[in-house]
């Protein structure tokens, strides 16, 4: 940081301004804690001491606090807390000599710790410790969050004042000692801690507390949208009648309600944390309550005031006020009075530097009037942006909501006001229609209000409307980020001068050689791509042969051709065509020179010199078509090709090597002369030369210089040469891999971005690149290489279909002469190619090494200055550059790979782990600047008595396998707390070094190229865009590198690129509401380390812990920006099964977010507009994928309803009441977003930036036909099912997806077990739902917009029920689907217990399926069983509907179903019984009681057909009544699992589980067997899915089919 800038001649001491400048970043945090608790700084420097000197101490001092810190590093104002009373020691040791707080002397003996490991044991030991009994109470995740403390609910003890309070060191271990070893029901609620601050409890009431706001606007605007569509004329001019006017001023009576409810949800959700808050907190929160609950009476009493027929109350009111009603509304009044503090809030908005100032002032005034706006918090004060970018997210969201309000007042309110409303009269209205004829018995025949209906009717549109935001979302981030991106992708174009360009050439040139190196480009693509390192030698820039292909013999076939006699047309023509007048002038002047080169007589020189001054003369006065014959150009290029290939030729003969030289050279001179120059034959006679006869040839051209041939340099200069007279036709394709091409062209494209300058490199930030591991492959072994699957296929031979160029250019490369490959080496470079095409650690370690080898190159040039221009990187360097080169790049580039397992796979029996520890340790040898973290447990005796300790070690390679550089001792197993990634990462984040961090995990990459802009991203971090903080993480693009092969993995591809691009540059600016998502984004890691880390890290509410280390900078004033002219590489999982638990995992995260006090503080911190960015790009989306969900079943439930009870054909027999058409149309905005096509929005925008439009509309339509519709529907089902539970039960829980090539056919059973309870019974639920209102309803069953509704939702339920097996490899082969069937009844067969897995057994299958109702409250169950009342439906509607019920309402028809259904069970119970107790030892008696049954069952149908009238349409209606009862009482049992097991019961319900199961599974089984009849259907699907691979021409069916000829 000091030596940035300066000269390292003179340099010989500190700067200042640099301690000063370090001070200032770590300890500013510090400082704001101490100004937010009112307390003195500690880091004060007294008068007359060393400034400097005292600076340095206080920093040493919290970073060796912060080192030894270890899972404490996640509290940062415990941190704060610590340094403040070890500085203050400090300075009684250097200064006072006397303790501040009890006034002792500070003896000598106090000065110096008794023993190293003192402040480990007395101040971290004991927090830490607090921390882990707290995270036993977890249960492993399972307990609820309000019955333990994570590590905010610790950290944050220490924002309040109390903590100083506390007796130094002991005071910590006092405070926090009261706690449960194990579970909290142990510990008495009077004595176990509470929750500081916030209670993250579990609860859908949460989206409502944390977004308030945004409810509040969305429900007032469609309260005043639909008053104002109930007017007379329906049109929005209706507002300025004074009568509507009034109706629409009860809007702020809904917000009073609203606001009362927010305030009963602060008290009831803060309930746990009450007795940590303070008393001003407490009696805010019942302040708000008591204000909100006066407004929500006062209002609603002052308007009915306003209204005629008021009630005695109202008059009573309005007596007492009459003086004010004389000048006006006393309603009017009360809107006012309420409405200042939002109009003062408004103003605010306007003035984002004075609220900032507010919320951060610690002036009693001041914070006296911040304390009713919002409470007092440590985060999340002053997150106000500049008032430009206001402007620009506050214009984005008033044109969106302009849009989205419009379009819901059109589309969806207005249609349905016309039904809804009388139209003859008042007793015509859907509210006051009568139904005589129920087709079912109604409970209530004579309300006058039909509340039914119109929930059924209204019910669809309002969750449309709570939706459909996210969808207006979708369509102006799309357009503001298109335009945004095409901004920024034009930049300027910046002209290269050539001084720059000899500079650049060393850096493309080790960019090709680097994809050569990894097999992505031939030796012959690397030959056309390489540029000279030198552009000196001739006048016009050299650019890669492959740009200038096929020019030579082009210009040559012109200029014979070329007719006219004027030059300047010809020349017109040449330099038409950039490309090739640099082709034309680059071969004449490097031919020149080479032949110069080879002459050594000074004659022939001469003669050459005069040719080419001719030619330069003649193309000057415009006489070279006159003095040159054109037409014998081409037989020149024949001569000179065959010379440039000698000169390039091996030889073992000197003298006939030379004499072939001679002889071709002389005949091109003879062709020059005498065939090509007008007036040769004057050259010859002035230097006496006589070539005709051939006895005189040897007279000229016969003294060459052989030995030049041997020069790299010139050689290289006529490899160039040949090339562009030999390769005739255009490399347009050069290179031909697809992947080398899109990293060439984004790799250039990007250096016309609008991208800072980059410094030198020993100015540059250093920074870290930290990556966590944990298991995952390093290297593959050879045994996996070459182990086959179930179909006969290996890793290595899959590969080699998949990548057929690579695999060819692998083979040259490893059989080259000149390389030497023994065969143990072929072996191990095999390894190495194909672990290089997976997600393996080694891939990632070689991708960010490229880091260190881009440093020194750059390096090297810089201190290589000009001369640089005139050789090769590679044949430059020397021993003693090559150090000082190496020791830099050490310096500004640290990579630590936190293997935190490293220990316990070395100790392991495993041979996998075994060879995962030796692969790591070969990786540090191969690269020497690897730095590997590891957790060491060792025993030690401590008096006599065995202890484990941990350690934190840090490990290099050297000349032994590893060395040891650092130890760290632990308080503890640092990884027993909290989520596993974040405490990986936590404890190797004390050995990175730098300014800057870079996060890559374990399935990412680098790429050559990319690194060495590092540099000018890294000045990224020292601008301040108009005049703001800094920022505090970079976001960078991405580049998704497993989108090649299958159709899904190109559809993960392009959805993660478009959110890596996009989307992300829109959240970035304008709407400035980026985080941190995993990716690999680069942190200001002083910032972050003295914040509580790059992650958070609490168990379960922190599963997704890298968004939460976004929004935690954020909340502590952080500045998130996005970057896209560098990019790293990323891998996704590319199987059906692996991609749904990457979004199980995904929806669960954001489950979880719902609940945390990140959310909740952002959402009430931000101002309103960028709250509404954060909500729709956050837990919004799930929201609104479950909102779109819930609005199928709304419609489908209020349609059954109106359907059966008759209620439908009573309103189509009314003709003044036509609602159906215009609750369908409004559903079409539904169904669009249903069918994911807005997922594909930003792909196709972003594909269109990046390749053309026309592209883009070519891969939509692709996309279409390869049924992305139907993945991202089936993905659609996916988020709602995990983020819902989530919410509801919790089971939120880390899901290991392998990252594993994935062309393997999945078992039934498999799928089976993923998808059963998210997709396919919720899709048969759906059938049923459709195929009775099919079948009762009576409807527009004619119109278009009838059948697109109807259609989307058939097609939903496809895809939900099929979706696995379409996009399953072979799922359609008939022998596949066999052995399916086998596989699934063995395990349905399959008994369960401890210890049998649930991939063997059904029966723990299921058991682990309820695993979340087991830890779930009670209100999480009784809402479960609440939804589950729904399902009950289904019986009472259909047994009225009955021809045996001879259309009987009497209540008595649905008891006698009852009867029926509980008769059923219990036959089918007895049957049970009775064959598991008796069918071994009294079979004859089984088949008698069988029989009896049977004959039983017989008799009774007889006579319910012949007497009752039963028909076989009843029996099949029975059965879908019946069905979903039987599934309702099966879901309650499970619910309430204890009880039934406690009253025996425990059993049937298993039984009855079991048969539901076969059910679905004998469904599903039928349509896919049916389909696997026909072999056409299995060829389809693999064309389908592997559509990328059939236009590259791989071998895709050889893989599936498992043939390897």
Partial sequence: MDVRKRD?????????????????????????????????????????????????????????????????????????????????????????????????????SQMAAPDEEKFLRTVITPIYQVLRKEAKRNNGGKASHSRWRNYDDLNEYFWSSKCLSLKWPTGLKEEFSVHSDVMPNKVPASKSKPKTNFVEARTFWHLYRSFDRMWIFFIMAFQAMVIVAWAPDGSPAALFDEDVFRSVLTIFITQAFLNLLQAALDIALSFNAWRSLKFTQILRYLLKFAVAAVWAAILPICYASSVQNSTRLVKFFSNLTE??????????????????????????????????????????????????????????????????????????????????LAFSYYVEILPLIGPSKSIIGPSKSIMKLHVDNYEWHEFFPNVTHNIGVVIAIWAPIVLVYIMDTQIWYSIFSTLFGGIHGALSHLGEDKAMER???????????????????EDLISNEDRDLLLVPYSSNDVSVVQWPPFLLAGKIPIALDMAKDFKEKEDTDLFKKIKKDYYMRSAVVECYETLREIIYGLLEDETDRNIVRQICYDVDIFIQQHKFLNEFRMNRMPSLGEKLEKFLKLLLSEYDAVDVYKSQIINVLQDIMEIILQDIMVNGFKILERYHVQIQSNYKKE????????????????????????????????????????????????????????IPSAPKVRDMISFSVLTPYYREDVLYSVDELYKENEDGISTLFYLQKIYPDEWMNFQKRINDPKLNYSDDDKKEATRHWVSYRGQTLSRTVRGMMYYKHALELQCFLESAGDYASFGGYRTMESSQGNERVQALGDMKFTYVVSCQLLGALKTSNDPRDRRHYNDILNLMIMYPSLRVAYIDEREEFVNGRSHIFYYSVLLKGGNSYNTEIYRIKLPGPPTDIGEGKPENQNHAIVFTRGEALQTIDMNQDNYFEEAFKMRNVLEEFLKSPSGQREPTILGLREHIFTGSVS???WF???????????????????????????????????????????????KTINLSEDVFAGMNSTLRGGYITHHEYIQVGKGRDVGMNQISLVEAKVANGNGEQTLSRDVYRLGHRLDFFRMLSFYFTTVGFYLSSMVTVLTVYMFLYGRFYMVMSGLEREILENLSIHQSKALEQALVTQSVFQLGLLLVLPMVMEIGLEKGFCSALGDFIVMQLQLASVFFTFQLGTKVHYFGRTILHGDSKFRATGREFVVFHAKFSENYRLYSRSHFVKGLELVILL????????????????????????????SWLFGPFVFNPSGFDWQKTVDDWTDWKRWMGNRGGIGMHPDRSWESWWDGEQEHLKFSNI??????????????????????????????????????????????????????????????????????????????????????????????????????????????????????????KAIGFWDPIKELAKAYEYIIGFLLFAAIAILSWFPFVSEFQTRLLFNQAFSRGLQISMILSGRKD
């Fill in 1052 to 1098: 993960m591809s392009n959805q993660e690129t478009s959110f890596v691009t996009i989307s992300q540059r829109i959240l970035a600016n304008p709407l400035r509401v980026r985080f941190h998502y995993g990716h690999s984004d680069i942190f200001d890691r002083i910032f972050h380390i003295t914040r509580g880390g790059i992650s958070k890290a609490s």
């Fill in 8 to 108: 390292l001649v003179v340099y010989t001491q500190l700067r200042s301004s640099t301690v000063q400048k370090l001070m200032d970043k770590i300890f500013k945090n510090y400082w704001s804690w101490c100004k937010y608790l009112c307390c003195e700084q500690n880091t004060r420097i007294p008068q007359g001491s060393h400034k400097q000197q005292l600076q340095l101490i206080y920093i040493g001092l919290y970073l060796l606090i912060w080192g030894e810190a270890s899972n404490i590093r996640f509290m940062p104002e415990c941190i704060c807390y610590i340094f403040h009373k070890m500085a203050e020691d400090v300075n009684g040791i250097l200064f006072g000599n006397v303790h501040p707080v009890t006034g002792d002397t500070y003896h000598r």
């Fill in 499 to 517: 001084r720059n360009f000899a500079s650049f050439s060393h850096v493309w040139n080790e960019f090709i050689e680097s994809m050569r190196a």
């Fill in 1331 to 1358: 195929v009775l209102y099919q079948i009762y309803g009576h409807s527009y069953r004619s119109s278009n917009l009838y059948l697109f509704i109807t259609s989307s939702l058939w097609f939903l339920v496809g």
């Fill in 323 to 404: 003086s004010w009603q004389s000048q006006g509304s006393l309603y009017n009044y009360a809107v006012a009075i309420y409405l200042m503090p939002n109009i003062l809030a408004a103003l605010l908005f306007f003035l984002p530097q004075f609220k900032r100032i507010m919320e951060r002032s610690s002036s009693h005034i001041v914070t006296l009037f911040m304390w009713w706006a919002q409470p007092k918090l440590y985060v999340g004060r002053g997150l106000h942006e500049g008032m430009s970018q206001l402007l620009k997210y506050t214009l984005f969201w008033i044109l969106l909501l302009i849009c989205k």
């Fill in 1419 to 1540: 209100r999480g169950r009784i809402l479960e069983i609440i939804l589950v009342l729904r399902f009950f439906i289904y019986q009472y509607g259909i047994v009225y509907h009955l021809d045996i019920a001879h259309r009987s309402k009497n209540i008595l028809v649905y008891g006698l179903s009852w009867l029926v259904l509980v008769t059923t069970l219990l036959v089918l119970k007895m049957v049970s019984v009775g064959r598991r107790r008796f069918g071994t030892n009294f079979q004859l008696m089984c088949t008698i009681l069988k029989a009896l049954i049977f004959l039983g069952f017989m008799s009774v149908m007889t006579d319910l057909f012949v007497i009752c009238s039963l028909t076989i349409s009843d029996l099949f209606a029975t059965v879908l009544a019946f069905l979903p009862t039987g599934w309702a009482l099966l879901l309650i049992g499970q619910v309430c699992r204890p009880l039934f």
């Fill in 699 to 754: 007279q000229r051209f016969e003294r060459l210089n052989i030995a030049l041939t041997q020069n790299k340099s010139w050689r290289e200069k006529v490899v160039r040469l040949h090339l562009l007279f030999t390769v005739k036709e255009s490399a347009i394709n050069v290179p031909t891999n697809l992947d080398a091409r899109r990293r060439i062209t984004f790799f250039t494209n990007s250096l016309f971005m609008n």
């Fill in 1047 to 1049: 159709s899904l993995a």
